[in-house]
């Protein structure tokens, strides 16, 4: 099941990913030849790039801890005996469980705030709320990844 659901997430980031950005692209390009070219102003332009920048940013930091990506010092790591190995692994589990537990409270607290008072974006006038739910999503599926990948360089590490 959890292989499922890792596959499924997988999938939904890579197409996600593999769509914002050249949308985001696309979109700046044209804003800007329409602009130069004197033909007309596109004025949401700016302002839907800049959200899909948002959403690229935090579906990426998913995928990056899918790899183990995000900086660590592994060198340091290393160097130490395997039980303080394993402990450092357990610790870097609980700061990372911490900090995205942290960040998303806070973000679904400011997404209620958000949905209560109805605030909307200036030109797009989307509800404000979903730019920000990218914060929850990548909050979770970070949490998800680090906790999977946590697992697993605990298996690693003990079988060495």
């Given at each position: ?6 596959k499924r ?8 990913l593999?769509?914002?950005l050249?949308?985001?692209c ?20 700016e ?6 920048m948002?959403?690229?940013l ?5 995928a990056a801890a899918?790899k ?27 700061l ?15 997404l209620k ?11 797009l ?7 920000y ?12 990844r ?15």
């Amino acid at each position: 099941m959890m292989k499922n659901l890792l596959k499924r997430l997988n999938n939904i980031e890579e197409y996600l990913l593999a769509f914002l950005l050249p949308f985001m692209c696309l979109v700046i390009f044209v804003s800007t030849f329409l602009r130069f070219t004197n033909v007309f102003v596109i004025t949401w332009a700016e302002e839907l790039a800049r959200y899909c920048m948002i959403w690229i940013l935090f579906v990426g930091i998913s995928a990056a801890a899918k790899k183990g990506e995000h900086f660590c010092v592994t060198a340091f790591t290393l160097l130490m005996p395997k039980t303080v190995q394993r402990i450092l692994i357990v610790v870097r589990i609980f700061l990372m469980t911490g900090f995205t537990l942290f960040v998303g409270r806070f973000c679904i607290v400011i997404l209620k705030n958000q949905m209560m008072m109805g605030q909307i974006t200036p030109s797009l006038k989307w509800p404000m709320w979903l730019m920000y739910t990218a914060v929850l999503i990548g909050c979770v599926a970070m949490l998800i990844r680090y906790t999977v990948h946590g697992i697993s360089d605990l298996r690693s590490n003990k079988k060495q």
